[in-house]
């Protein structure tokens, strides 16, 4: 069964279908988790084994060059954050994801030698800079994150009410966004096994996936336009929090209203507006490339 298992290691990234959901800042977001689930397994020793074969497991092949169902998720995961165009068509909107992909540049040699370090049983060298280095990289914005990095990072120094708040929170933003994964069963073991998932700590975990959604200053004018000056703040701040997956207060929705108003007049005016509305996205995409 084991050798079934390495067989097939990839359980979320398997298939196209299930890529093809995630954006490229989803991806960006497990893979995140995933390396924070890496890190508390390598802790501790009953589970060092594990997170050892599959840090191996990720790290063998050469580089992060090719979709492989063989591989671990967090290969994979790392194949759409470094990959090219070919990559980005298997992700939910492809251009989009290609035109952040442009922008981010993933320490791959750091990752590499703290996965073989993970892989030889080793303590990584500079592991809260590193994390902290892939937060900034990776689009990593949320707090509860961050809360839980600077835990698992200095796990030995902190009380057990802090490593049961740390790895609740952390099987709460597994549980959302890596349920199919290769690693939430080892996540689950590892909190039953010490008994560090607690009642206390509420789930805050938004589900929504991450759009790959930027505005710049330049974009602030045609913004402007369509929400009115008073306005485009707070619609800058709605943009912001629904990109993050994050709960959007209703003032903001309001600020927002203009914009959506304009959207529902053309779903009113029927498939032809609708497809006029599609024509004027794909021309401003393919502007966008060119500019």
Aim: hydrophobic share 40%; proline share 4%.
């Amino acid at each position: 069964m084991e050798f079934i298992r390495e067989l097939a290691e990839a359980r979320m990234t398997r298939s196209s279908s299930r890529t093809e959901r995630l954006s490229y800042k989803d991806v960006c977001e497990r893979a995140y988790l995933s390396l924070l689930v890496l890190e508390l397994l390598r802790q501790y020793p009953r589970f060092q084994d594990r997170a050892a074969r599959y840090a191996q497991d990720t790290v063998k092949y050469s580089g992060f060059d090719y979709f492989r169902m063989s591989a671990t998720d967090l290969y994979n995961f790392f194949y759409f954050i470094t990959g090219d165009k070919k990559a980005m068509e298997r992700l939910r909107d492809p251009e989009a994801a290609f035109e952040i992909r442009q922008q981010t540049t993933l320490p791959e040699m750091a990752v590499l030698r703290y996965l073989r370090k993970v892989a030889r049983k080793r303590k990584p060298e500079q592991i809260a800079q590193l994390f902290i280095q892939l937060e900034k990289i990776l689009y990593i914005t949320q707090p509860q994150y961050k809360s839980v990095r600077r835990t698992i990072t200095n796990l030995s120094g902190t009380s057990k009410a802090g490593r049961e708040s740390a790895v609740t929170k952390l099987l709460f933003a597994v549980r959302a966004k890596l349920r199919s994964s290769d690693l939430i069963e080892d996540l689950e073991k590892l909190s039953q096994a010490r008994d560090l998932e607690t009642p206390q700590v509420p789930d805050d975990e938004v589900v929504a996936t991450k759009p790959d959604i930027e505005v710049k200053d330049s974009d602030l004018m045609y913004l402007q336009r369509l929400v009115g000056t008073k306005n485009l703040y707070l619609a800058i701040k709605f943009i912001e929090l629904s990109s993050q997956g994050k709960t959007v207060p209703s003032h903001l929705v309001q600020a927002f209203t203009p914009a959506l108003e304009v959207l529902v007049d053309i779903i009113k005016g029927g498939p032809a507006f609708i497809q006029g509305l599609k024509r004027i996205q794909k021309s401003a995409k393919q502007a966008r490339r060119r500019s």
